[in-house]
């Protein structure tokens, strides 16, 4: 069984007296261990669903299952678990607290999944050598590069070790070099085994996933395998 | 997320805004404050109200008073012999019910020492007067069955009476001397102690009051002054009680009752009482006590109810209700100004809500609950109440220094345990019920939309 399961899921939001069909029927399924690429203009639906499959939202109507579990009519409650326990986040603009140093930022999941201290801090450590941030533990994040904090928020999406990590445009706001960083450590964790989404409207970083889902109007137009790729991007 | 940890943010979010979160705490600090400073205040009022009437006997001491008679009486009222000694002497054979008791004739007099001559009133009395007057005898000795049963000419005087009539001897220990007390010679035995309230032994203290200023050593005041001294601390409701003459009441009836000359015509001794006064032994069968009382003074007023009580428990429960009232309205203006202060709590909390939306929606994005984001408001919102509170406490320690720096002669503001608990946890409670709202309103965002923001 895939480890994401969509059918015939939709999404409508209502705007004023205007209703929004947002997804129009989506079926899906994510296997364990894919790196998939969600791409679509804006406007396209692809944010939507991004959210639905993060758990941050549930559908209008259809199922939608993540790891055997039927989160579409799932309580808010639920779904904070959902999010806590098998769902990794990376945004586009990081979404690090400026208040909290790197490491209080990697905790955080682990917080709210309410493990001791001396664990939280042990598991937080291993994930921020993971993204090679050692030396940078105690730094707030307005201490970071663009793509240092991108890594925090890769580290913090690990930490808990997901079932699936989410990244929404995760290139978005950095240049070419060090998208390219970042894109290469969505690949190597790929090869480690996790399973990833990636939503992008780029092409080029589309390219590099394994997989190729496009998204148009609320419907998948286009779900095809890319040709291996080089190690080198 | 657990308790610590919520406490933790909390106080490091307060932190991050030192002079805002100052600010949304000062109404809460004021609030405490002035509650507080109000419930020392009205304590220490009652504590001088108590001090007062517990100087004046207590509420154990009860007066027999005379009363119209009813109109069915009204034709034999005659045949009551009125209040008299006997009367009290009935009254001191009610068992275990009745401690004290004793008759008082009032007397005008005209009290002589050497050059020096006033006017009093004197208290003729059994020895019980003075225990149930609480009056204590500071030399000498107070008056005994002795005197009564003698007759002796023998009279027992407050501290002003004495200054007033040795005035250039301070502190004078007139015991020993004789007096003339209507154109008869009596001996002091005993003077009395000096009474004043804790108010105005402190005014004395603090010099405030030139005029009652009080040296024990006596070497502040100077003869010429000494008019000044104790005796003009007329504002004093002790004063009555420092100018008491007390002398056994047979000696006043047979020097100054035995007759009774209206015109040319001698009614004969007047036997009848000024006062009959006795105190209650057991406070809690004040009711008992009374009914037993007047049972038997129904024997000896032949049946004639000419006779009533006087007692201070009406008294008492004026004060005990007027304190109440005082306490009560002001708590409630403090009370006022410590909800304005959650209001304030309330506003600011929203208002970091609003700048933390992001955050929010980050920490609900990485497994947050809508608890566990309304924890971390009520929490911060309660740190603020608790700061406040404990700020305000301290607070109310300066705000009643300056009280008592401005009118240092009225009582002095108790601080009382009691009271600084209840004060505490009222900003303690403001604080957490204010972060409710913005609590729940925050617990209610979307995720989504709070990542969308901003």
Redesign the interface.
């Known amino acids: 069984m895939a480890l994401i399961e969509l059918r015939n899921v939709t999404k409508r939001y209502r705007v004023g007296e205007q209703e929004i069909n947002a997804l129009a029927g989506i079926d899906l399924e994510i296997a364990q261990g894919e790196f998939a690429a969600i791409i679509g203009p804006s406007g396209s639906g692809k944010s939507t669903l991004m959210?639905l499959l993060?758990c941050?939202?549930t559908p209008s109507t259809g199922t939608m299952t993540i790891d055997g579990m039927d989160v579409s009519r799932a309580s808010?409650?639920k779904l904070?678990?959902m999010?806590?326990?098998k769902i990794g986040?990376v945004?586009q603009s990081f979404?690090?607290?400026v208040?909290l140093n790197v490491l209080q930022n990697v905790e955080?999941?682990l917080?709210?999944?309410?493990i001791p201290s001396s664990v939280r801090r042990e598991k937080a450590l291993a994930a921020i050598e993971r993204v090679g941030l050692t030396e940078r533990v105690n730094n707030t994040p307005l201490q970071l590069s663009g793509g240092q904090m991108q890594r925090v928020a890769i580290a913090?999406a690990l930490v808990?070790s997901p079932k699936i990590i989410f990244a929404d445009e995760p290139t978005g706001n950095l240049d070419s070099n060090t998208g390219a960083t970042i894109l290469e450590m969505f690949r190597e964790l790929s090869r480690q085994g996790s399973t990833i989404v990636l939503v992008t409207h780029d092409n080029g970083i589309a390219a590099q996933a394994a997989r190729r889902i496009e998204i148009r109007d609320g419907r998948i137009v286009n779900d095809t395998i890319n040709p291996p790729q080089p190690v080198a991007a | 997320m657990n308790l610590w940890l919520s406490l933790l943010v909390g106080f490091k979010e307060i932190w991050a805004h030192k002079f805002r979160s100052f600010l949304t705490m000062l109404g809460v600090i004021l609030g405490v404050a002035s509650l507080l400073s109000m419930f020392s205040l009205t304590a220490g009022m009652a504590h001088g109200v108590r001090e007062y009437i517990t100087q004046l006997g207590g509420i154990e001491l009860v007066g027999v008073i005379k009363q119209e008679v009813p109109v069915e009486q009204e034709y034999k009222w005659e045949i009551s012999p009125g209040r008299t000694v006997a009367d009290a002497e009935a009254i001191a054979k009610i068992p275990h019910l009745v401690s004290l008791v004793s008759p008082v004739v009032e007397l005008p007099i005209n009290i002589i020492a050497g050059p020096n001559n006033f006017r009093y009133e004197a208290q003729a009395v059994w020895p019980d007067y003075l225990p149930i007057n609480k009056h204590n005898v500071a030399f000498g000795r107070p008056l005994s069955w002795l005197d009564v049963e003698e007759a002796k000419h023998v009279c027992v005087v407050g501290r002003l009476v004495v200054d007033k009539l040795w005035p250039d001897r301070p502190d004078y220990n007139a015991v020993g001397e004789t007096v003339l007390i209507n154109q008869r010679p009596f001996t002091v035995v005993g003077i009395f102690e000096f009474y004043e309230s804790d108010r105005d032994k402190r005014r004395r203290e603090l010099g405030i009051d030139k005029a009652s200023a009080y040296s024990s050593s006596g070497n502040l005041r100077s003869p010429s002054s000494s008019s000044y001294s104790r005796s003009s601390s007329r504002y004093s409701s002790f004063t009555r009680k420092n100018s008491t003459v007390v002398m056994p009441i047979s000696t006043a009836f047979y020097e100054f009752k035995s007759a009774n000359v209206v015109g040319k015509e001698d009614q004969g001794p007047d036997y009848r009482l000024d006062r009959l006064i006795f105190q209650v032994a057991d406070i809690d069968r004040f009711k008992e006590t009374l009914d037993r009382v007047a049972d038997m003074l129904r024997v000896t007023h032949r049946g004639i109810d000419d006779f009533g009580f006087d007692t201070r428990e009406e008294w008492f429960e004026r004060n005990e209700e007027y304190i109440r009232n005082v306490r009560a309205s002001g708590g409630l203006i403090a009370g006022i100004s410590l909800l304005v202060g959650g209001i304030g709590i309330t506003n600011i909390m929203l208002a970091s809500i609003t700048e933390r939306i992001r955050e929010i929606g980050v920490r609900r994005a990485v497994g947050a609950k809508g608890r566990d984001i309304f924890i971390q408001i009520v929490v911060e919102s309660a740190v603020i109440g608790v700061i406040g509170g404990l700020l305000g406490l301290v607070a109310s320690l300066g705000v009643m220094k300056i009280l008592v720096a401005i009118s240092p002669g009225d009582n002095a503001p108790v601080l009382e345990f009691e009271n600084v608990v209840i004060s505490f946890s009222f900003a303690v409670i403001i604080g957490v019920v204010s972060g409710i709202y913005p609590a729940v309103k925050a617990a209610r965002i979307e995720p989504i939309e709070a990542l969308r923001y901003g």
């Not at chain 1, 917080?111 to 309410?114: C, D, S």
């Open positions: 959210h993060g941050l939202d808010s409650n904070a678990e999010r806590n326990q986040f945004f979404n690090l607290l208040k955080l999941p917080i709210y999944a309410g913090r808990n």
